[in-house]
Each structure stands twice: as C-alpha cells, then as structure tokens.
C-alpha cells in the first residue's frame, strides 16, 4: 500500500458525460500529479500541483482540468468525454520536486462507451 | 527532451532463471535521477528504485540489482532466480527536464513460467 488513494476504482460512463476522480496523497506529501495510461499512448504526464498551485502541465486535454485542494487532495475533472479517454488514471504523490519518488494510487479506470 | 527506451517489449523466463532488463536513456541534464517500476497484473504502480546520476555503483536488494552506466546512458536491472511472483511490466522513468513529472519507457512485460 503506497499510502496515496484514489477513488472511484472503476468507472463506466456514456460519451459526452462528464466525470470527477479524486486523490488523496501520502500524508505529508505536497506534489500531487496526474498520469494516463492507455494501451497506444503508454504512461503520459497530465499535470502536477505542489501545495495547491499547478507547477507542471503536460499533454493534458482542454477537456480536463485539475485542481488541488487546500487539504492537498486533489480532483481530476474529465468532460465531455470520448470513447478515446478510456484509460487507467493514475495519481502519484511525491514529498516535493524531481529528484523524490513518486509514490501511485491504485488508479482509477475509466471506461466511456 | 529526455527520453527513455525499453527495446524489449516482452520477455518470457523460465523459473529461477535470471533476467535482465534494458533502458537507456537520454538527458541534457547534468544531473538526475532514474527510477524503476513494476506494474503486476493488478495494476498498481510499484516504486522499486531511485538512482542518483553521481552514483554509478551497482545497487542490490535482495533477488532485485541494478547496473547504471553514465557512460552508455543506461540503467539495467537484473533478477536473479526469478519467481513468478515477479510477473509484471516493468518501468524505467526519468524527471523531465526542469520539470518534475517522470518521463516514462514504454515498459518491458515480464512472464515469468513455472
């Protein structure tokens, strides 16, 4: 158990809909970060908060947004959703920048039909 | 940008045999830092290991060791006398440069068969 949770654990939902998944980091972990991982792209960055500030963006869709709350957990928020973005959604938290270990959720998977 | 390759995509072992995975990277940066993962069929992503670029030691834990080479940019890890257990895909990443997301490789499958 790595500490960092991630709910909900499975999600089936319609395309067009619009879904939340939330996060919760290790305690004492600042830097929240969001990855997808799908079978074609592979483990992709989407985005990194430290401390309720967005620090680092990556190829993260228009349609997704994220933010970090002031307890340090963190939502993911996925609109308007495509057959494309079926994938398993990962956060990892880490005590502060590059050089710590990232430590992953169980992750959530997203299937949009 | 950095880069990091995993040529093998699958590889299959016999139990007990030992296995090496490749990744070799590419940075600008002077230094960073490496990491392993493993991804088991549940799913979850596993931290193994963080390697610091000034440090070219070979690194051990238990069945578990790691060869890192700054001189051909690659960072290997060896299992020896494989389990089953250690069926999984297995990542190596590296920080982004003057970021910090991790830069993944497109992981090694590992089937280890009884």
């Known amino acids: 158990d790595s500490g960092v949770t991630q709910t909900p654990k499975h999600l089936i939902t319609a395309t067009g809909q619009r879904v939340t998944l939330r996060c919760s980091p290790r305690s004492g972990d600042l830097s929240v970060y969001w990855y997808q991982q799908s079978l074609d792209q592979g483990l992709q960055f989407l985005i990194q908060y430290y401390n309720g500030e967005e620090r680092a963006k990556g190829n993260i869709l228009e349609r997704f947004s994220a933010q970090q709350f002031p307890d340090l957990h963190s939502e993911l928020n996925l609109s308007s959703l495509e057959l494309g973005d079926s994938a398993l959604y990962f956060c990892?938290?880490?005590?502060?920048?590059?050089?710590?270990?990232?430590?992953f959720g169980p992750g959530t998977r997203l299937t949009v039909l | 940008a950095q880069k990091v390759t995993q040529a093998q995509t699958e590889i299959s072992v016999v139990e007990k045999e030992d296995v090496t995975l490749d990744c070799v990277y590419e940075t600008r940066d002077t230094t960073y830092y490496l990491f392993w993962y493993k991804q088991p069929p549940s799913g979850e992503l596993v931290f193994l290991i963080r390697?610091?670029?000034?440090?070219?030691q070979n690194e051990i834990s238990g069945r578990y060791s790691w060869n890192f080479q700054k001189s051909t940019s690659s960072f290997n890890f060896t299992i020896t006398a494989s389990q089953v257990v250690d069926s999984a895909v297995y990542f190596c990443?590296?920080?982004?440069?003057?970021?910090?997301?991790?830069?993944f490789g497109k992981g090694t499958k590992l089937s280890v068969i009884p």
């Open positions: 990443a590296l920080p982004g440069a003057g970021s910090y997301q991790l830069t």
């Open positions: 390697r610091n670029s000034f440090d070219e």
């Open positions: 990892a938290s880490s005590v502060g920048g590059s050089k710590d270990e990232q430590f």
